[in-house]
């Protein structure tokens, strides 16, 4: 690492473990005799399974540039949040790494903005294995109830070759979206290459449909954030929306926001 860049990594570690609460602090009625907050360095050196001369020459900005393994060992000590141990990592020069998996439950906040937005904007949210996690009224007045059995009923990549999606999206609309949806699990299975449930995902349309092996044989990747939609409405015929995909990176989240065009 730079110089720089060193002495920035050494003060944002100095900031982190002083901000951890040290073994008698945290004891209920015991009052803490240290003259300074936090662990002591032998105490998150040890935590984070490192020598205490490595962890102080970090502290000082005099060690080289610290493994991934490191990393994430120091992030564990002094627990960091997802978004702080990102930080460390692109501090030390390196990839913040990717989730092991999406986070399950959305944010209360999000699901109260969906229900605010029931009677104007169809709005959904899909986590990173491209499960669908949530949708408001107006989204599923429009694009249909979920399939209520099924183990990938719930995933956007399943419906793109279900024939529901050209009553939807028509004939044209439905080839589109299968071939991104493709793309879609392709950059999915990237980010998460050990999940078995893409991989079965995958296994199951590669056996049922010849467009998704041939979409597959492309080898496209993509997250699309913007595109235009025609979407067919049973009672107000076809409308055009500019769809718009906001991302929790936290999370793993992507909320999908139709807006009229227009």
């Known amino acids: 690492m730079p110089m720089e860049t060193r002495a920035d990594f050494a003060k944002y570690l100095r900031s982190r473990r002083a901000m951890v609460a040290a073994p008698e ?46 990393l994430t060992a120091l992030a564990r000590a002094v627990g960091l949040t997802a978004a702080e141990r990102n930080y460390l990592f692109r501090l030390a020069g390196e990839v913040p790494p990717e989730p092991l998996a999406p986070d399950s439950e959305l944010r209360p906040g999000l699901r109260r903005l969906l229900r605010c937005l029931d009677d104007t904007v169809p709005v959904t949210v899909h986590d990173g294995r491209l499960d669908v996690v949530a949708r408001n009224a107006a989204a599923t007045e429009i694009l249909g109830s979920l399939p209520t059995e099924g183990r990938f009923r719930r995933n956007i990549v399943w419906h793109g070759f279900m024939a529901t999606a050209r009553v939807v999206l028509g004939d044209e609309g439905a080839h589109k979206y299968a071939q991104w949806a493709t793309a879609e699990l392709r950059a999915a299975m990237g980010r998460y290459p050990g999940d078995e449930y ?27 954030q913007s595109a235009e ?27 999908v926001i139709y807006a009229p065009a227009g």
């Open 229 to 255: 939609k025609h979407l067919y409405h049973p009672a107000r015929g076809w409308q055009v929306f500019q769809s718009e995909m906001l991302h929790d990176a936290e999370r793993d989240h992507w909320v």
């Open 198 to 224: 893409l991989r079965s995902l995958r296994a199951d349309l590669s056996t049922t449909s010849v467009a998704f092996q041939n979409y597959w044989a492309l080898g496209e990747v993509s997250v699309t």
């Open 25 to 70: 602090q945290r004891a209920a009625g015991r009052v803490s005799r240290r003259r300074v907050p936090g662990l002591r360095r032998q105490e998150l050196a040890e935590a984070a399974g490192i020598s205490v001369d490595y962890y102080t020459r970090l502290e000082q900005g005099r060690a080289p540039r610290p493994s991934r393994g490191v």
